[in-house]
């Protein structure tokens, strides 16, 4: 196993971007913002701006705690299996690797397929709830967040220290919840930013496919290691 270092922490942002962009996330932020602020939409969402940072933060620290517990786990458990680091890396890049055929439509394996969705009430949160709405987000939707946040999660049990699956995991978060932040507000001033990445968001379930599938491939064949040690050298993640 090895320490934390730049590439995971790239892969682990770079992760949390695509499942923003993913069909059940992005196409659904304004319906999340009117849930959170109690507004209404038209050609955009009608609420103060100053509600919506505030809802939308409550809400990334609850998605983003469960998200973190998970890489606990994930490192905890390669922990476990440190002395057979090379069969955990072969494992997870095969897993990987079957996950983003499934993101590029080559796979079609149904219990990758089911989704369970959040039905939420239309009346305003407040900070509370939407940081419950936050972490039962991070529980409730699959696959579309499930197959990238599984990739990264097993790049975390790749790692030698419960650490490293909390810094990943942080990581990861912030790649959601950035975005997440920015459009919700853009949604305040016009939906049109959102009609435009809806129209091109099949292509991009297809890149972010064979992104996977090129993260899962250097883990399986080691050089993700070799790249890994290689950046190392430049900036070094303790």
Not at 21 to 38: D, K, M, N
Not at 68 to 93: P, T
Not at 106 to 133: C, D, T
Not at 167 to 181: D, E, K
Request: proline share 3%; glycine share 8%.
């Amino acid at each position: 196993m090895r320490k934390i270092d730049n590439l995971s922490i790239l892969v682990a942002f770079t992760a949390g971007l695509l499942s923003f962009l993913s069909p059940c996330v992005f196409p659904l932020l304004p319906a999340y913002i009117a849930t959170l602020t109690g507004s209404t939409v038209s050609d955009k969402v009608n609420v103060n701006k100053k509600l919506v940072f505030t809802r939308s933060i409550s809400f990334i620290l609850g998605f983003s705690i469960i998200f973190v517990l998970l890489g606990v786990s994930a490192s905890f458990i390669g922990q476990m299996f440190m002395e057979n680091r090379n069969i955990v890396e072969k494992i997870s890049g095969l897993l990987i690797i079957i996950f983003g055929l499934q993101m590029v439509g080559l796979l079609q394996l149904k219990f990758l397929m089911r989704e369970k969705r959040i039905h939420m009430q239309s009346k305003r949160a407040g900070a509370g709830p939407s940081f419950l709405i936050g972490m039962a987000f991070a529980f409730g939707w699959s696959p579309c967040v499930g197959v990238v946040l599984s990739s990264i999660l097993l790049l975390a049990a790749s790692h030698e220290t419960v650490s490293s699956g909390v810094i990943l995991l942080s990581v990861y978060s912030l790649g959601l919840g950035i975005p997440f932040l920015m459009v919700s507000i853009l949604v305040t001033y016009s939906l049109k930013v959102v009609r435009n990445i809806n129209s091109i968001l099949p292509k991009l379930s297809v890149v972010n496919g064979w992104i996977l599938i090129g993260l899962g491939l250097l883990l399986f064949t080691g050089q993700f290691q070799r790249i890994s040690a290689w950046l190392a050298t430049f900036t070094y993640f303790g």
